[in-house]
């Protein structure tokens, strides 16, 4: 970092700089005084850039949330939208602090100069992320299903690399990434909007782990669609009733975070705000696309169809009885043997996780678990004291 007068260290971030390829392109500023020397993005497409400054502010949280996570100021040497900026200085930066004292220990400073940010005359409905998972695919069937004529229809889709792509740390998340982006452009394609693959480095920027501000992490990449769109819709984790500030997952803030993110040319919203996962999974069954395409597993590139989070969304499709149509994307034969442990464990924890709230809800709401809620939490502690046998045998086990 550079010293300022000896008074307070800040880095120094340069005005971006477009380098167009034949259809796609890539972004960066040069960065002084930090940890790397620069943020970049690249996209598979063009969106219709017209000059540089449209795209600006794609580099500002991770530059700003940088450089407070090592405890200097921010000096920008471009204008940034002035609504973000006023957003910044005056809510999101102090909230950031106090939801997370670990990762922000100081106060930042950040020095710009605001713009505001003519939307692009091209510019026309709302963009969301495509990740294929249940939040991202109900987002989508929630936009295709307003009227034509809506000014938020869907008009295209996104997939960012924004350091999600490999939660174990296994040294495979460019092989994830590009699995998994071969289904979304599938997806893309099958649902008729353009696929907007864009890859960074913010995850070198942002600090934490992926969950604690992801809002903020692929928010920044969807700043690079505001040529092309008037609005970018994010896949709600959680229902707005389930709204606090949690500093574990962003999901939960999102109605509060999102709003302060949009500028003059982009405004965010939260998708399906009013869905929890057995809404969406509804929503979903009458979606086509989603019966070839959804993909939720947190290790494979396809679902595994063991792992606790495929589990759990095989039982909310079985729970709105649509998940003898998914089996093209999970084996359903697996989730048969799998299928009363599993709500025996869903049975078991509900109280204390409140993903598993939702299904015990919808399982007692809709009569699918019968009289045999106590056979199934029988079963999860025979499939535990099996887990712990397998491992002391040093016998493979699923990971859950
Ligand atoms: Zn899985």
Redesign the pocket.
Known sequence: MIACNSVRPFIKIHPPVLERRRDSFSVQCRVDGAHADCIWFEVDRDPGILKVEQIADAFVLPAVLGAMARGCDAHLDFAVSESLLLSLRTALLPLLLRLHPDLFPHATEIRAEGAIRLPSPTAHGSATGLSCGLDSLATIADLLNLPASHSMRLAAAAFFDAGNHDPLHTGEAPSLFTARAVNVGACAAEIKVPLFVVRSNVDAWFPGVFARLHTLRNASAAFLLAPSVRHFVYANGVPVWATRLSSADSAYADSVLLPLLSTEALTFHSGTPALDSIGKARLIGDLPAARRHLN?????AH?????????RRMLALDVVGVLQQFGDVFDLGRFARARSWYIGYVLTYAPRKEPLRELASAMQATGYLGQWGFVHRARWWLERVRGVVRRRLRLPVD?F
């Open positions: 939720v597993c947190l290790y494979e679902n595994c169809s063991r792992c606790e989070k495929c589990l990971k």
